[in-house]
């Protein structure tokens, strides 16, 4: 049997069983496009959102204090003063030290307390951590000089303490880590970062900030400041900025080379992960989906095989050869 005879009969075939070719060839588009389509927007959201998160850690910079090979002193480190000297440099936006601590937290309907950390900042909460504020207000300039308890939660928190978000005026109870307690008022609820991913990939965490200020005056060991992220007003201004706070610090302190500069991409980092994996489960599924669509059309084929074993043996037994 020549070869165009072989792709005639096939088309034979195939015309001969519309619905089943229909059916198998739908199965087989159906795969492909869905694997197709489901790598191609989980690699797109992946870059999209990991660029965004990029552009927010270039508007804003890590400035640490570290030393390998001598011990530090207490004057060593960053205090409220260098902060107060950091805020007027032109070109910044905004500063605040990276300080945080342990905390217990207490949750509706239980006198039960989580697990939690609260954590400092300043007026600049909104752009220095990328929080989209959904109730009430940021802290205020008088309320950061007089150290007043006031309290930053997010929509997570609100909900299981209070069961809504608009809770501004509300007081919450905060335990440090030596199991001593204190009442913030809470002045302004924020989105969760981390609300989108908290149902499918572990316990969900709250996040509460007080004035640096007010951390200062009341958890221990926080007088000592390590960490300061600054943001500013474009990317350009990053690096004559950062020459400016580090020539400051090493004159003001009188220690040179244990004031170091980087750039924070924590958040990128681990969204970058998350998306990873996101992407790879969702391109799983899509391939699974194909494999389960592949079984399908071997199935159909095998029974259209087996449908013709009869008309086959009936051609051999009047005399058919192989090449027919």
């Known amino acids: 049997m020549k070869f165009w005879d072989i792709i005639k009969l096939a088309f034979k075939s195939l015309g001969g ?6 059916l198998t060839m739908l199965g087989i588009i159906i ?55 950091i805020e007027k440099i032109n070109k910044v936006t905004g500063v605040t030290p990276e300080i945080s601590t342990r905390a217990r937290l207490k949750i509706l309907k239980s006198d039960r307390l989580v697990d ?16 989209n504020l959904l109730y009430g207000r940021n802290f205020t300039k008088e309320e950061i000089e007089k150290n007043v308890k006031v309290v930053l939660v997010d929509d997570i928190y609100a909900m299981r303490r209070f069961e809504r978000i608009d809770i501004a005026g509300e007081s919450i109870t905060v335990e440090s880590r030596k199991g001593k307690k204190e009442e913030f008022m809470v002045v302004g609820v924020y989105e969760n970062p981390m609300k989108a ?6 316990k969900e ?18 007088e000592i400041i390590s960490r300061l992220k600054i943001s500013f007003d474009n990317i ?19 220690h ?12 990128a980092s681990s969204f970058n992960e998350i998306l990873k994996t996101l992407s790879l489960l969702l391109t799983s599924v899509g391939a699974i989906s ?25 051609r051999k037994a009047l005399g058919a050869q192989k090449n027919d």
């Not at 991913?197 to 572990?202: E, H, K, T």
């Open 256 to 267: 040179k080379g244990i004031y170091e500069v980087g750039v924070d991409f924590s958040p």
């Open 236 to 254: 350009n201004s990053k690096e004559n900025v950062s020459e400016e706070v580090i020539k400051y610090l090493e004159g003001t302190h009188n």
């Open 31 to 85: 795969g492909i496009s869905s694997v197709i389509i489901i790598s191609t927007v989980g690699k797109g959201s992946q870059e999209s959102i990991t660029g965004n998160l990029v552009e927010l850690s270039n508007r804003t910079v890590i400035i640490s204090v570290q030393s390998d090979n001598e011990v530090l002193s207490k004057k060593d480190y960053i205090n409220l003063k260098d902060l107060e000297y």
């Open 290 to 314: 194909l494999l389960v669509g592949g079984i399908g059309v071997m199935n159909i084929m095998l029974v259209s095989v087996t449908e013709r074993i009869r008309e086959i043996g009936i």
């Open 116 to 131: 939690s950390r609260i954590s400092a900042t300043g007026l600049e909460f909104q752009n220095l951590e990328g929080a």
């Open 17 to 22: 069983n519309k619905a089943r070719s229909i």
């Open 197 to 202: 991913l908290m149902g499918s990939f572990g």
């Open 205 to 222: 965490r709250y996040l509460p900030y007080i004035p640096y200020t007010t951390f200062q005056k009341y958890y221990e060991d926080s």
